[in-house]
């Protein structure tokens, strides 16, 4: 598992630009008790998630992500779509030094250039590009929601449905420790169903 021994140094500089005093997330709607944010952001991005699947759009590179993102929580923090340029450590998880982000994403699009031409995609892959979403973690907030509904849609590209695990538990311990062999085990890749025409 990736971790970390200490804190970063600029914690009180990351806690002014992000927090209000109270440790809820700063937002457009100003809302500062914690559970009614989490509430509001859950229907809210997931409204939009489904909306945006329904354009079928096409997906190309880590560029995409950052529209997703911001589509899908932009209503909601000045932030969304943004990479962060700053160090991300959640409990004892370290993500990607912000140092090499670029790097990070030069992988993931080259990945993803490998695959474009294929007709479907193995499950394998899927899991190694959600490892590598995971570890990079470029946005302060709403990353695995924003990197499944990607790849989804990347997925719908190439005629295909990610049907991700119902308890989200073992996929995270499993990206925690960036186990891609367990995440292509959590994940099940399903045929796109095709439209009927009404008659």
Known sequence: MRKMSEEPKDTEWYR?????????????LNIKDAAELAQKEYLGSAVRALAFLRKNKKITSVEDLKKIHKIMFGWLY?????????????????????????????????????LASRKEIANTDYAFLLDRLNYLHPFREGNGRSSKLFLQAFAANHGQVIDYPRSNKELIIAQNNADINQIAKLIKIKPKAKKMNAR
Not at 85 to 112: A, C, N, Q, V
């Open 78 to 114: 000045d932030w969304a779509g943004q990479i962060r340029d700053y160090e991300l450590i959640k409990g004892d998880t370290e993500f990607l030094e912000y140092t090499r982000i670029k790097f990070g994403i030069e992988e993931i699009d080259e990945k993803m250039r490998q």
């Open 16 to 28: 002014r630009k992000f927090l209000y005093p109270n440790g809820t997330l700063k937002n457009k």
